[in-house]
């Protein structure tokens, strides 16, 4: 079964502490992708990746940090130096210059 | 810097009409336009463009872009209250696989 997971569905944290995102991939893409919506807002670019252990910034990078180890595998982190985290977090895949997949998304709280 | 740009921000129907939701942009070498529908979770592929006045159909969306005039809508036909969603409409970063450039969507909402 293709597709794309992302995990946990929902995430609480307090103010000042760093939380990991997952986001897995079996369908054999290279480009890896993280975006952040807020409520009334379309999707920004947070990090991508075209190929195993590159990645690059996207639109709103500051307080984030990514690893691409694996191809299958583009985790997310949130610092305690992201100073508005609480989101929906949203990770993508993609073959190539096509459409990109989504996953179901992680909504973050930090409180 | 990238710009896409759609309206309305959200619109309100009665089951049974039909509605046109606008994206216009402007794109560092501009390749596609795609068009995505977005219910609570992960948003779901619905068309990418490429070529200027051809129409992509599927069953009662459809959408076509304008090249020369930057803009493309997305056509909704005897709507139902399934459609009720944000649509979202997006091109890739300075045309290339460096992710992709979102407009804020249209919210929709069908009554019944």
């Known amino acids: 079964d293709g597709g794309i997971t992302q995990s946990p569905k929902y995430l609480f944290r307090k103010e000042g502490q760093n939380v990991t995102l997952s986001c897995e991939q079996n369908l054999n893409h290279d480009a890896m992708y993280w975006y952040r919506q807020d409520p009334g807002q379309g999707l920004r670019l947070i990090y991508y990746?075209?190929?195993?252990?590159?990645?690059q910034k996207g639109d709103i990078a500051e307080g984030y940090s990514v690893s691409r180890e694996k191809k299958e595998s583009f985790p997310l982190t949130v610092t305690s130096a992201q100073k508005n985290p609480t989101a929906f977090y949203l990770c993508?895949?993609?073959?190539?210059?096509?459409?990109?997949?989504f996953g179901p998304g992680t909504r973050l709280t930090v409180t | 810097e990238d710009k896409v740009v759609q309206s309305p921000l959200s619109l309100v129907v009665h089951e049974g009409d039909t509605v046109t939701l606008n994206c216009s942009y402007e794109?560092?070498?501009?390749?596609?336009l795609l068009w995505y529908k977005q219910e609570k979770k992960a948003p779901t592929f619905l068309f990418m463009l490429?070529?200027?006045?051809i129409e992509k159909k599927s069953g009662r969306l459809s959408s076509i872009l304008d090249k020369k005039e930057l803009f493309s809508i997305l056509n909704i036909t005897a709507t139902q209250t399934g459609d009720s969603a944000i649509y979202l409409c997006?091109?890739?970063?300075?045309?290339?696989?460096?992710?992709?450039?979102f407009g804020k969507g249209t919210h929709l909402i069908i009554q019944p």
């Open positions: 490429t070529s200027s006045g």
């Open positions: 990746s075209q190929i195993v252990n590159d990645f």
């Open positions: 997006a091109a890739p970063r300075g045309g290339g696989a460096d992710g992709l450039t």
């Open positions: 794109v560092t070498n501009f390749r596609s």
């Open positions: 993508a895949s993609s073959p190539g210059l096509l459409e990109q997949y």
